[in-house]
T-cell receptor
Framework: SQKIEQNSEALNIQEGKTATLTCNYT??????LQWYRQDPGRGPVFLLL?????KEKRKERLKVTFDTTLKQSLFHITASQPADSATYLC??????????FGTGTRLLVSP | EADIYQTPRYLVIGTGKKITLECSQT?????MYWYQQDPGMELHLIHY???????EKGDLSSESTVSRIRTEHFPLTLESARPSHTSQYLC??????????????FGPGTRLTVL
């Protein structure tokens, strides 16, 4: 069956460390993959997109990698801050601007 | 800040009532989506539209219906609400005129509770 898997357990890290979140997918061949941030009670907010022909994409403290052989994307936040605490969603493209999302990983950054 | 709006933000109604959840965007996006999300769970696509007079069912079966008569407006209707419809409903839009990354812009959501 087709599915998107993200770390189901919350990720707790200390401020200043690098957070690494994982997104694995099966039975999809996405043209691109996106990462979103969702805060409690609010809609997701887009962070980064990485295309199938890209290995890595960076934006400020964020870095995303995409391995189409492993069917995996890694999302990194360097120099993490308490304000980075949120749930991060991986969205896999399944057709013309359609996405299938994982359950998300909750990140908690402690001061 | 995304220019996509949903009303109401919260709705508590009794079983059997007909409801319409409103979604509007001012970005001129041609594509719009409705997702359903339960607490701690993934977003499930229930409806989408590629433009005016275009509507498609999503990956998750839903008893709701949608319409797209105007570009900016994509309302969702439940003819007879049931407790199983209790959930958070999120509307989103995307388009070529903004968002080179094909990102979806989400509204704040409607939290629906059916008693």
């Amino acid at each position: 069956s087709q599915k998107i898997e993200q770390n189901s357990e919350a990720l707790n890290i200390q401020e200043g460390k690098t957070a690494t979140l994982t997104c694995n997918y099966t039975n999809y061949s996405p043209a691109y993959l996106q990462w979103y941030r969702q805060d409690p009670g609010r809609g997701p907010v887009f962070l980064l997109l990485i295309r199938e022909n890209e290995k890595e994409k960076r934006k400020e403290r964020l870095k995303v990698t995409f391995d189409t052989t492993l069917k995996q994307s890694l999302f990194h936040i360097t120099a993490s801050q308490p304000a980075d605490s949120a749930t991060y969603l991986c969205g896999v493209n399944t057709g013309f601007q359609k996405l299938v999302f994982g359950t998300g990983t909750r990140l908690l950054v402690s001061p | 800040e995304a220019d996509i709006y949903q009303t109401p933000r919260y709705l508590v109604i009794g079983t059997g009532k007909k409801i319409t959840l409103e979604c509007s965007q001012t970005m001129g996006h041609d594509k719009m989506y409705w997702y359903q999300q339960d607490p701690g769970m993934e977003l499930h696509l229930i409806h989408y539209s590629y433009g005016v007079n275009s509507t498609e069912k999503g990956d998750l079966s839903s008893e709701s219906t949608v319409s797209r008569i105007r570009t900016e407006h994509f309302p969702l209707t439940l003819e007879s609400a049931r407790p199983s419809h209790t959930s958070q409903y999120l509307c989103a839009s995307s388009g070529a005129d903004r968002g080179r990354n094909n990102e979806q812009f989400f509204g704040p959501g409607t939290r629906l509770t059916v008693l």
